[in-house]
């Protein structure tokens, strides 16, 4: 085996076609003759349609067709859950009735020959309701609270005791306001029918998922239906369910007999395709006056609809974290009249660590212990929650490596002691976690004549890489170099894979390709050794090995055969499949996660109270970095993205009818170039070999989840004001008077 691939910095394989244009994105698989289809989306956050002017809008120029609830077909809706979808309620049935549950729901989709013609059609349909106020605040007394199923509450020990009890307590209220996921990509889809069966190219982290819900949702075989998609520029889970707009897409097709393109705006992309749900956390700590957690509190709301219960990991962090005998979570649902929320990077956990960060480090100044510190004397020997032990946890050696890089032994434990000229400076820190997950998952592997290997796996590329560190794995398992190697994914015609999200690609994917490339060699050894003319002829496959890709008898020193030799002579390829999931007896054995330290450094003007980043530094225990490139880069994306979660994003609802009223990339603010400090990512050296074959595990998440406490710790230490909601904006600075 090649042992020299794994581990290396390769530059992406896809980035040439990347940044020569050449990468077909779900907008642009143009089909021959196709129409384009707008979405006419509700003015009104309840209540019911009772009437469209849409005589005039069919006889405007260019117009195919206009269809609503009146005429589209009925459509079967067949039961689809998959493990990204809400496991209670029913998702939209879109344009099947006549009532509206949310701003923005579709209520129209018009048919024409061009988008201008469409977009004009749409912008000039007139619909009347009949309305109802919709409830869309957490704070509504109108709003019923849910349980999310088992597990919602757990408890150990006596918390609320102990926190009564406790020589130093802090009790507190932390608010996460609603996001939006705004990737660079909007959703697209362009589907074509031929007979009874259909062909979606659009964009989708989830391909067999989406393969099978449109399936279930017109009652087709799930072969009927091929869902394609290379790239996708960009995504953070909004496009992990299969939103309206794909069935729109297709139902269109099929009512006009043509291909019809289907692209969402910006705009929409606020209404139908989820978000982050707002949060509204408390968290409770006591402690003795040395710092030994007594007890731990985390009780939490998130929003969800009416129609469906969307539920996420918000206090499922707090378990396992810190060593405590006494610890109580609550995790409850307000239903609320807006879209279904949906799962965006670091689910959950990015909102419920923020809470229980921050409130560590409250207790941390009240107890006059550094931070680091603090979590020290709380570092568990295993996971209390499960009575097992870690598979690993690297989580104290990130805060060494982390508190070096930074400089925090410099650092002044005093609010507001330390400056630049005028300038409040900060430093803070907060832990990272993420569990590592793993999901079945299937590849296959040819190996040509020519010597050359191609792989496929149904999975996708959002962006981390996906094409580069799958092309590793295989060059690594198969002895080749990875020029040698042809990875290919984003159809549904190759081997299924589980979702590309939660940070369990590579895991559950490459481990699959590992175990393919596997059977391929051995399915190589077993050519070799029943030809006569072979230098193994008539040897065990335990006589065998394979090495830099030959093939030789165990001891032997001559080159050996490689792969184009022993295929040369039968003239055909070696195809082979492999599948991959987590030993079940390893995972009861084991607690498995991520860990990470997250530090910030902040600047603050006191006079007009704005927040500058001057540092990010993460350090991370990940188990084996197949591609440290590609690994630094998604850190340093989450951390951004942690950026914007603590200081700029935010979608806000009317409260009179639930529109998003900062719908835009105006008023919806992201981090930019110009906001970008100097990001720093290190990597503990961790070796699991319980999580999967190859050792790895996810950090596309767990970047994410650390930042916005680590910001929101160093705003406080820069200002003695302490903040607890997010984001964190200049009017809190100066309310705060600094």
Known sequence: MNTNVIGRPLTRVDGHTKTTGKARYAADFNQPGQRYAVIVSATVGLGRVVGFEGGEVERMPGVVALITHRNAPKLPYLPHKAIIDPAVGERLHVLQDDSVLFYGQPVAIVVADSIDHAERAAAALRVSYETRQPVVDHADPQVARTVPGAGADKSRGNADAAVAGAAVKVDEIYDIARENHNPMEPHATVAAWNGDRLTLWSKSQFLVNEQAEIAAVFGLPTENVEVICPFIGGAFGTSLRTWPHVTLAALAARHVGKPVKLVLTRKQMFFTTGHRPRSLQRVALGATADGKFTGVIHEGTGETSRYEQFSEALTAVTDYLYSCPNVRTQYRLAQLDTGTPNHMRGPGEASGIFALESAIDELSYKLGIDPIELRRRNEPKIDEAENKPFSSRSLIECYELGAERIGWAQRTSDPRSMRDGRLLI?????????????????????????????????????????????????????????????????????????????????????????????????????????????????????????????????????????????????????????????????????????????????????????????????????????????????????????????????????????????????????????????????????????????????????????????????????????????????????????
């Open 426 to 738: 900060g430093m803070g820190t907060a832990t990272a976690t993420y569990p590592a997950f793993h999901a079945p998952a299937s590849a296959r592997v040819r190996i040509l004549v020519d010597g050359t290997a191609e792989v496929e796996a149904a999975a996708s590329d959002m962006g981390p890489g996906t094409y580069t560190s799958m092309t590793q794995v295989a060059a690594e398992f198969l002895g080749l170099p990875p020029e040698q190697v042809r990875f290919r994914l984003g159809t549904t015609a190759y081997p299924p894979t589980p979702s590309h999200g939660g940070s369990w690609t590579m895991a559950s994917v490459g481990s699959a390709i590992r175990a393919a490339c596997l059977e391929a060699k051995s399915e190589a050894a077993k050519r070799a050794i029943a030809d006569q003319s072979s230098p193994v002829f008539g040897a065990s496959m335990e006589a065998v090995e394979w090495a830099e890709g030959r093939l030789r008898r165990r001891g032997d020193t001559s080159p050996g055969l490689s792969y184009q030799e022993i295929l040369t002579k039968a003239g055909n390829p070696i195809e082979a499949d492999g599948s991959a999931k987590r030993d079940p007896e390893t995972a009861e054995k084991y607690s498995m996660h991520s860990f990470g330290a997250v530090f910030a450094e902040v600047a603050i003007d006191p006079d007009v109270g704005t927040i500058r980043v001057r540092r990010l530094v993460g350090a991370y225990g990940i188990g084996r970095v197949v591609n440290p490139l590609l690994a630094k880069s998604q850190c340093t994306s989450g951390m951004i993205g942690g950026m914007g979660m603590a200081l700029m994003e935010r979608t806000v609802l009317d409260a009179r009818d639930g529109r998003p009223v900062n719908a835009h990339m105006a008023d919806y603010l992201v981090p930019v170039n110009l906001d970008i400090p100097k990001l720093e990512v290190l990597f503990a050296n961790e070796v699991d070999p319980h999580v999967n074959p190859l050792g790895v595990k996810g950090l596309g998440e767990i970047a994410l989840v650390g930042t916005a406490p680590a910001i929101a710790n160093a705003v406080f230490h820069a200002t003695g004001t302490r903040i607890r909601k997010l984001p964190i904006l200049i009017e809190d600075i100066l309310n705060a008077e600094v």
